[in-house]
C-alpha cells in the first residue's frame, strides 16, 4: 500500500519561498503522476501542478511564474517549490498520486497534508 | 469562482437519496473528460469516492453512483446516512489549462 508523507516548514513570511516535500513508501515512485493540490481554510481545492517521472511538469496557469515541481526517484520524493509566498498561499497543501499511470485517472492516493501558514 | 459548478450545499434526511451535480464546460466536461468525485471529511485529507463517472473504487459502499451527461455530471447517494456528512468535490480535466480542474465543493448535511 502506497503511503504519502508531506513535510514542510509549516510557518513562514511573506516574500519567502515554501519548500515542501513528498515522501512515497510502500511503493515506487515511478510510472506515477504526482500532484500537488492546495485547500485555503474553509476553501475548495486547488490544482498545483503535476510531474511524472522522466516527463515535464505541468502547472496551474495562475501558479506558473512561482512554482517548480521536481521529483526524486533515488529518494521516492517529489517536491515543490513555491517563491515569493502572500498570505493568500496560505493553505494546507497535498501531495497525491494517480498509481494508475493515467494522469487522467482519477487521484486515488493522498497525503494527510501539511498546513502553511504565511505571515506579513 | 471554481471552474467547475456545484451547488454549495444539500441536505437529506437519513434513508433519503440524495444528488450533487457538477456542470463544466466545452473544454473540459463538455471535451468528454471523465468526471471524479472525492469526499473529505473535516481535518482529513479527500478520499477519491467516484472514478472515471461512475466507477467506484474498492470499499466504497453501492449506495454512491455517479453519472454524465454532456458537460454535467451527478453524484448520487441513496440511503443516507449520518455517516456520510462531508463536503464532496468534483474534478475534471480541462484542456485549456492542461490541468485538473475542481468542483467549488458541496456541504452535505444529514438532517
Known amino acids: 500500500q502506497v503511503k504519502l508523507q508531506e513535510s514542510g516548514p509549516g510557518r513562514m513570511k511573506a516574500s519567502e519561498t515554501l519548500s515542501l516535500t513528498c515522501s512515497v513508501s510502500?511503493?515506487?515512485?515511478?510510472?506515477?503522476?504526482c500532484y500537488w493540490i492546495r485547500q485555503p481554510a474553509g476553501k475548495g481545492l486547488e490544482w498545483i501542478g503535476r510531474i511524472y517521472t522522466g516527463g515535464s511538469p505541468t502547472y496551474n496557469p495562475s501558479l506558473k511564474s512561482r512554482v517548480t515541481m521536481s521529483i526524486d526517484t533515488s529518494k521516492s520524493q517529489f517536491s515543490l517549490r513555491l517563491t515569493s509566498v502572500t498570505a493568500a498561499d496560505s493553505a494546507v497543501y497535498y501531495c497525491a498520486i494517480i498509481s494508475t499511470g493515467y494522469y487522467l485517472d482519477g487521484i486515488n492516493i493522498w497525503g494527510q497534508g501539511t498546513m502553511v501558514t504565511v505571515s506579513s | 469562482q471554481s471552474v467547475l459548478t456545484q451547488p454549495p450545499s444539500v441536505s437529506g434526511a437519513p434513508g433519503q437519496r440524495v444528488t450533487i451535480s457538477c456542470t463544466g464546460s466545452s473544454s473540459n466536461t463538455g471535451a468528454g473528460y471523465d468526471v471524479h468525485w472525492y469526499q473529505q471529511f473535516p481535518g482529513r485529507a479527500p478520499k477519491l469516492l467516484i472514478y472515471?463517472?461512475?466507477n467506484r473504487p474498492s470499499g466504497v459502499p453501492d449506495r454512491f453512483s455517479g453519472s454524465k451527461s454532456g458537460t454535467s455530471a451527478s453524484l448520487a447517494i441513496s440511503g443516507l446516512q449520518a455517516e456520510d456528512e462531508a463536503d464532496y468535490y468534483c474534478?475534471?480535466?480541462?484542456?485549456?489549462?492542461?490541468?485538473?480542474?475542481f468542483g467549488g465543493g458541496t456541504k452535505l448535511t444529514v438532517l
Open positions: 474534478q475534471s480535466y480541462d484542456r485549456s489549462l492542461s490541468g485538473s480542474v
Open positions: 510502500g511503493g515506487s515512485i515511478s510510472s506515477h503522476y
Open positions: 472515471s463517472n461512475s
